[in-house]
């Protein structure tokens, strides 16, 4: 049973850098597609970005792109977000979250971390 | 982009009633190779992560009460909660994974007691 853990939130100024982690413990993930969803205060989800199991392929929401990297380490069972150039608007819950597999098909998002608040503030 | 409209916005329903949310999609999720919907449902309880109820529009994930149910196919989808009880109380999220990138999240339903 996969665990996973955030952490690298904080308040970081409009225009600066953070990079936020996840740390999965438990079985390893190493067959799954990570993915990160963020939740800005008292509204929806939002999907972030995600990479595939090996690293090989990533992809990123049009919001943040050319802003943000996401990476892994299978050995370290680590998930990585890096974000550049903070926004205000970037001020949210960053969730970590797994790809379910049933029957060779993504059945959804079965394993959430407790998420890392990220706020974007001057 | 595939857009998930969530109705209502939110809706209070006295215990023991029935609740329905509806999701429509801006085009069909269905995969015809395997006649699977892309489409889950996710309830947010207040200060918890999303928790996956059910999967390919009408599959619920283990452990998830039977008085939760997913109907509807291609554009257009159900959730019912058949029975309400007070630890339904939350927030209920569609997604859709027929196209990707991006993931996208209809906007979500409040559900509380009446």
């Known amino acids: 049973q996969v665990q996973l853990v955030e952490s690298g939130g904080g308040v970081v100024q409009p225009g600066r850098s953070l990079r936020l982690s996840c740390a999965a413990s438990g079985s390893t993930f190493t067959n799954s597609g990570l993915h990160w969803v963020r939740q800005a205060p008292g509204k929806g989800l939002e999907w972030v970005g995600m990479v595939s199991y090996d690293g090989s392929n990533k992809y990123y929401a049009d919001s943040m792109k050319g802003r943000i990297s996401i990476s892994r380490d299978n050995i370290r069972n680590m998930l990585y977000l890096q974000m550049n150039t903070l926004r205000v608007e970037d001020t949210a819950v960053y969730y970590c979250?797994?790809?379910?597999?049933?029957?060779?098909?993504?059945?959804?998002?079965?394993?959430w971390g407790q998420g890392t608040r990220v706020i974007v503030s001057s | 982009d595939i857009v998930l409209t969530q109705s209502p916005d939110s809706l209070a329903v006295s215990l023991g009633e029935k609740a329905t949310i509806n999701c429509k999609s801006s085009?069909?999720?269905?995969?015809?190779?395997?006649?699977?919907?892309?489409l889950t449902w996710y309830q947010q309880k207040p200060g918890q992560p999303p928790k996956l109820l059910i999967y390919w529009a009408s599959t619920r994930e283990d452990g998830v009460p039977d008085r939760f149910s997913g109907s509807g196919s291609e554009t257009d989808f159900n959730l019912t909660i058949s029975s309400l009880q007070a630890e339904d109380v939350a927030v209920y999220y569609c997604q859709q994974w027929y196209v990707t990138p991006p993931v996208t999240f209809g906007g979500g339903t409040k559900v509380e007691i009446k």
């Open positions: 085009r069909s999720v269905l995969h015809r190779s395997n006649n699977k919907n892309y």
């Open positions: 979250v797994t790809e379910g597999v049933s029957e060779w098909s993504i059945t959804g998002y079965d394993k």
